[in-house]
């Protein structure tokens, strides 16, 4: 298998075919690479070229792309996949119960299945697929939560398994697609061999495929995106025959290409992260088609369809791709649900249970009116019989974001006018025009809207005041109560009509409250209230707001003197582009917005050297701890700094003068282009996290990771390349037997296995490394099938462990209250909202 030769040309960035465009006859600069069989790159004479019509044909030249696997390589395959998936789905239904990310991927799957809306930081392919498993699997929306780590799936009959085989499936298939990719690479067999096993023996891999998590999805796309894009690279090498069946623009030449850019749409449907797997082809296709562009024969007409060929496939298509997803998205979700909230009101009316009937369009004296905050995500004003504890120690404003009779609220003159007694009923009112002076009355506390020289009970700064609700029985108020409309231009909708702009209309009219005594704007923002305030957003009066969070509009106007024919408005149902946009800006704020620490998460400056993991679970002396394979991963990261000091000293030499690379071998310079990708892959997948602020864990690295075992194997590949066949074999045996037992070291942490705590303990190679060896028993043997502590007494070592005064539970408590600390955020997590990337 070893003889089979390699490519000298770089696949990667090449010149796309254009010397099937001149005569090779009448153009002495014809480069004999564009044969159907290059030279070798190793120390091996190449083996003769065999005229297409004789080759034989079988389903890997059928496919192209440069994969040209040899006799036997199939079994290869199919073995690599029995072993995968007996690494894969070994004992997939332990832990039985939540585990880790599960608390929100599951719960998302539930939401789907009800149609209840949700807002999650995440594209929807991912958990659209795992929604799929659950729903072919008989699950009932609603009959489980997920919202407690631990919480046991078996008494709701949750089909969790179901839903944990599709990440499972995904990485799966990873391991063929692998070696299927580095045989795509023009590496040895043996080379490919080895580098799907590492990725097998992957221990994070493995643990993070096991559950219901969205990693293992976008791992396998971003696989399946390189794999394509080689493909295609490969195949736009090959000379165009005259039949067009190969080549540039052939058939095979558009497949690949087009699967390129629906393999982008999927990766970056399922987290954002994709944009960087869609930055790595970025740059190779504008590599290449600067390539083309300083190739005299290429005619410009030529170029211009390599050009829109690549921006159609590489661009339209996984946008459109990615579009569809939301599509679906919107189509399942039509309901209201928990994450309304985070939605404009204009998005809201779209949900089922959220519309409105019609409401008048003209805002009077007398009016009952909802006031909304319009910028976060539209809470309603509101006030309830509850007191500040502090402060004033008067009735507490706040802004609530559902629908309450505490809502409603009236808007008054300043002084009363003897000729009207009840402006609430006079006719004809008397409409809200700018710059007029109003009071607001809370109608079912008959409490005025109120602010004073006191300091805003959370935001205790200056230039915040308190605002609270004031009055009592035969107090007509003060001038504290009175505010003066301001209506903003800008930001006012006028396509009803300029009036909105001169008086206040519903839904239309977007217009500040100012403090008429201190000039502070009435103003709230993403603060909230303790448990005292309900945890409800603050309100205060502001000297200094920032424009978005000082306007307010008017939601719902009643007023009884109006007639039944009067104007009337509703929100303006947004169409499917307004709704995407809005939730990627949604998806973005809230992204952005996570950057509180947590119990274990991490910095990128420590991922490649596996500095610490993520404890996913820890019940019944068991743990789930989310840690790489040690051998395979300080291997890879060795490789990529290998590969970084070697090239950086060519190139300080060549800047000395020294020609290194004009007098190198083919074998060099191609192995010099392949890392080079794999490099470029591993950096743009990496580097983009040290800009970012945001909450990140160690799984964030996995995309890289998988670039950066792609390169150890190509590393082992060029260092063995000139050695005997039989040593070479003899150090593939033996980095494997390494890898296969690292795996098997630590897999009691992948698989929730049984290991004693002095086994945990010597586990510990990292100093940083915190899973909990206190959770294990001292030594275990086995009695009648159950889990024995021999570290207890007699009488409760026959004890079962849940009676065991050894339990989990009692060794919680007993724990150091820092330990506690540090562990608590991984069980009080809020299961509303995804904190990850």
Not at 351 to 368: C, K, Y
Not at 531 to 548: A, H, I, L, R
């Amino acid at each position: 298998m070893d003889s089979v030769p390699l490519r000298s040309r770089n696949k990667l960035h090449g010149h796309g075919g254009s010397q099937s465009y001149v005569d090779k006859d009448d153009d002495k600069s014809y480069s004999p690479f564009a044969s159907s069989r290059p030279t070798s790159l190793t120390n091996r004479p190449a083996k003769p070229a065999t005229p297409a019509s004789k080759q034989p044909k079988t389903f890997w030249t059928r496919v192209g792309g440069g994969i040209e696997l040899g006799r036997g390589e199939t079994r290869v395959l199919a073995g690599l996949t029995l072993l995968g998936s007996v690494v894969r789905f070994w004992k997939l239904g332990r832990p039985g119960s939540v585990v880790f990310d599960e608390v929100h991927f599951g719960g998302f799957a539930n939401k789907y299945i009800q149609s209840r809306f949700f807002m999650d930081v995440h594209p929807p392919l991912a958990k659209l697929l795992i929604t799929l498993m659950a729903w072919v699997s008989g699950f009932q929306g609603g009959s489980f939560d997920f919202k407690d780590i631990g919480r046991e799936y078996a008494p709701e009959h949750v089909p969790y398994i179901a839903m944990r085989m599709l990440p499972a499936t995904l990485g799966l298939f990873l391991i063929p697609l692998t070696y299927l990719t580095l045989r795509a690479l023009q590496t040895r067999p043996t080379t490919a061999l080895l580098g799907s096993l590492f990725i097998t023996f992957e221990n994070g891999l493995i643990t993070q495929s096991r559950f219901i998590l969205l990693d293992s999805p976008v791992i396998f796309f971003t696989a399946l995106s390189t794999f394509f894009w080689i493909g295609f690279s490969n195949e736009n090498e090959v000379a165009r025959d005259r039949a067009g069946r190969v080549g540039p623009f052939s058939r095979r030449w558009w497949v690949w290409l087009i699967l390129t850019g629906l393999a982008l749409g999927a990766v970056v449907s399922c987290k954002w992260t994709g944009l960087f797997t869609i930055a790595t082809v970025g740059v190779l296709t504008i590599v290449q088609l600067w390539s083309l562009l300083g190739d005299l024969r290429v005619p410009m007409p030529l170029l211009a369809r390599h050009f829109a060929a690549r921006a159609i496939c590489l661009i339209a298509i996984p946008v459109l791709f990615y579009m569809s997803m939301f599509a679906i998205h919107f189509a399942i979700l039509n309901n209201s649900g928990e994450g309304d909230g985070f939605m404009s009101s204009e998005f809201q009316h779209t949900l089922a249970g959220h519309g409105m009937e019609d409401t008048f369009a003209d805002v009077m004296v007398g009016s009952h009116i909802t006031l909304r905050h319009l910028n976060t995500q539209g809470g309603y004003l509101h006030s309830h019989p509850h007191t500040y504890p502090g402060g004033s120690k008067q009735q507490q404003i706040t802004l609530y974001p559902h629908r309450d009779d505490n809502n409603i609220w009236a808007i008054l003159n300043t002084t009363s006018n003897p000729d009207i007694p009840n402006p609430e009923t006079h006719s004809p009112p008397t409409p809200i025009l700018d710059r007029h002076t109003v009071v607001l009355s809370h109608v079912s506390t008959n409490k005025k809207l109120h602010s004073h020289d006191i300091r805003a009970p959370i935001t205790e700064v200056d230039y915040q005041n308190e605002v609270s609700a004031y009055g009592f029985d035969g107090f007509e108020g003060d001038a504290n109560d009175h505010f003066q409309i301001e209506i903003d231009e800008t930001t006012t909708d006028v396509k009803s009509g300029k009036e909105s702009r001169h008086r206040v209309q519903t839904l239309r009219t977007k217009f500040r409250l100012r403090h008429i005594l201190t000039g502070c704007y009435l103003f709230s923002h993403k603060v909230k209230l303790p448990d005292w305030g309900f945890e409800q957003q603050e309100v205060t009066c502001n000297k200094n707001p920032s424009k978005e969070n000082g306007l307010w509009f008017i939601e719902t106007n009643t007023h009884a003197a109006l007639p039944a024919d009067a104007k009337k408005v509703n929100y303006r149902r947004p169409g499917f582009l307004a709704k995407f946009l809005e939730l990627q800006a949604v998806m973005w704020q809230t992204n952005a917005g996570l950057t509180d620490r947590h119990a274990y998460d991490s910095r990128p400056h420590s991922w490649p050297t596996l500095r610490r993991g993520i404890n996913f679970w820890v019940k019944d002396h068991r743990q789930i701890y989310l840690i790489g394979n040690p051998f395979v991963w300080w291997l890879s990261t060795l490789s990529v700094l290998a590969y970084i000091g070697i090239r950086g000293l060519l190139i300080l030499r060549y800047q000395r003068g020294y020609k290194d690379l004009n007098h190198c071998e083919p074998q060099v310079i191609f192995y010099d282009r392949l890392c080079g990708f794999l490099v470029l892959g591993w950096f743009l997948h990496y580097f983009p996290f040290f800009l970012m602020s945001r909450q990140l864990f160690l799984h964030h690295y996995f995309p890289a990771l998988y670039f950066a075992i792609l390169l150890s194997a190509c590393v082992f590949d060029l260092v063995t390349s000139f050695l005997k066949p039989r040593i070479r074999l003899q150090l593939v045996a033996l980095t494997l037997v390494v890898t296969v037992w690292t795996y098997w070291y630590f897999s009691p942490l992948a698989y929730a296995g049984v290991w004693t705590r002095a086994q945990c303990e010597r586990a510990k190679w990292g100093k940083n490394w915190d899973f909990s060896c206190a959770d294990f028993h001292e030594t275990v043997s086995w009695c009648s099938g159950r889990l024995i502590d021999s570290g207890a007494d007699d009488v409760a070592r026959f004890r079962p462990p849940s009676t065991s005064p050894r339990s989990h539970r009692a060794r919680m408590s007993r724990r150091s209250p820092i330990r506690r600390r540090a562990k608590s955020p991984l069980w009080s997590r809020d299961a509303s909202l995804s904190e990850r990337t």
